[in-house]
Antibody, heavy 116, light 113 residues
Framework: EVQLVESGGGLVKPGSSLKLSCVASGFTFSSYGMHWIRQAPKKGLEWIALIYYDSSNKYYADSVKGRFTISRDNSKNTLYLEMNSLRSEDTAMYYC?????????WGQGVMVTVSS | DIAITQSPSSVAVSVGETVTLSCKSSQSLLYSENNKDYLGWYQQKPGQTPKPLIYWATNRHTGVPDRFTGSGSGTDFTLIISSVQAEDLADYYCEQYFVYPLTFGSGTKLEIK
């Protein structure tokens, strides 16, 4: 059974940093691209980043480019999202999802709240 | 960026009825090399994680009931839910994965009368 478990969220102040993790199981993690997608409270879905299976390519939404970094450790079956210079508008539930184009499985999400 | 427009923003139907949700793209999502449309549909029930329903515009993910049907090509797509059940109460999103950044529509809220 495919499982994606996010962690690392919390309440942080504007301008601070946070690193999210997503531990994968139930599939060959090193063979699949992975996404981060977020959803602000009561809002729609926003794709924010993708990393290829071998980390050869990474793509970002303009809203996070230069502030967020997606990475992965295939030896640990873990996906990361390093978030710097956080803003109030980054407050959202953050989901990791399996796939390079379309996604087939999503984690349960981790909440990030940016507030003073 | 490709803009995705969904309509209606909300719709209310009775159990057993059929509902059609629309998704329009600002540019074609059809890749001529493989004749595939890079469009997916997601269902998000209240308080839950989004669940992938459809990929390549028409293919159901494993376990998705056959009352969910994706159709369309190019820039115009639809999700048809036949014989709506009470459990189908949810927000439905379409997403293009033709180019980066990937973009979602703003969603359609399906309510049950």
């Amino acid at each position: 059974e495919v499982q994606l478990v996010e962690s690392g969220g919390g309440l942080v102040k504007p301008g601070s940093s946070l690193k999210l993790s997503c531990v994968a199981s139930g599939f060959t993690f090193s063979s699949y691209g992975m996404h981060w997608i977020r959803q602000a409270p009561k809002k729609g879905l926003e794709w924010i980043a993708l990393i290829y299976y071998d980390s050869s390519n990474k793509y970002y939404a303009d809203s996070v480019k230069g502030r967020f970094t997606i990475s992965r450790d295939n030896s640990k079956n873990t996906l990361y999202l390093e978030m710097n210079s956080l803003r109030s508008e980054d407050t959202a539930m953050y989901y990791c999802a399996k796939g390079t184009g379309y996604t087939s499985y999503w984690g349960q999400g981790v909440m990030v709240t940016v507030s003073s | 960026d490709i803009a995705i427009t969904q309509s209606p923003s909300s719709v209310a139907v009775s159990v057993g009825e059929t509902v059609t949700l629309s998704c329009k793209s600002s540019q074609s999502l059809l890749y001529s090399e493989n004749n595939k449309d890079y469009l997916g549909w997601y269902q998000q029930k209240p308080g839950q994680t989004p669940k992938p329903l459809i990929y390549w515009a028409t293919n159901r993910h494993t376990g998705v009931p056959d009352r969910f049907t994706g159709s369309g090509s190019g820039t115009d797509f639809t999700l048809i839910i036949s014989s709506v059940q009470a459990e189908d109460l949810a927000d439905y999103y379409c997403e293009q994965y033709f180019v980066y950044p990937l973009t979602f529509g703003s969603g359609t809220k399906l309510e049950i009368k």
